[in-house]
């Protein structure tokens, strides 16, 4: 059975960091790209990053420019979204997602929210 696990998330402090991991299992992330999405309360679901497995490509929503990072470790079957410089705003669940490659670019994936497969959510709380 397919499936996305996320971890990492949690309670920081503004300006802190946090790493999020979305593993796999049933089935190999090669050929997909993988998003990173949030969703706040009251808010509707958005795209924060995209990567594909194949060229390592991204995608990065402007609120989140330089201060986080989308990696790949295809041999670990896992995708990771370092967050640094955290702000109150970021606080959100964090899902992770994933659809085969296709015509669509990256970004339009992310922005499209083109995904089949989503994990579950992992909390992420940027409170002093």
């Known amino acids: 059975q397919s499936q996305l696990v996320e971890s990492g998330g949690g309670l920081v402090q503004p300006g802190g960091s946090l790493r999020l991991s979305c593993a796999a299992s049933?089935?190999?992330?090669?050929?997909?790209?993988i998003g990173w999405f949030r969703q706040a309360p009251g808010k509707e679901r958005e795209g924060v990053s995209c990567i594909s497995s194949s060229d390592g490509s991204t995608y990065y929503a402007d609120s989140v420019k330089g201060r986080f990072t989308i990696s790949r470790d295809n041999a670990k079957n896992t995708v990771y979204l370092q967050m640094n410089s955290l702000k109150p705003e970021d606080t959100a669940v964090y899902y992770c997602?994933?659809?085969?490659?296709?015509?669509?670019?990256?970004?339009?994936?992310?922005?499209?929210?083109?995904?089949?497969?989503w994990g579950q959510g992992t909390q992420v709380t940027v409170s002093s």
């Open positions: 049933g089935f190999t992330l090669d050929y997909y790209v």
């Open positions: 997602a994933a659809a085969r490659i296709s015509i669509w670019s990256v970004q339009a994936m992310c922005l499209r929210k083109i995904f089949a497969s």
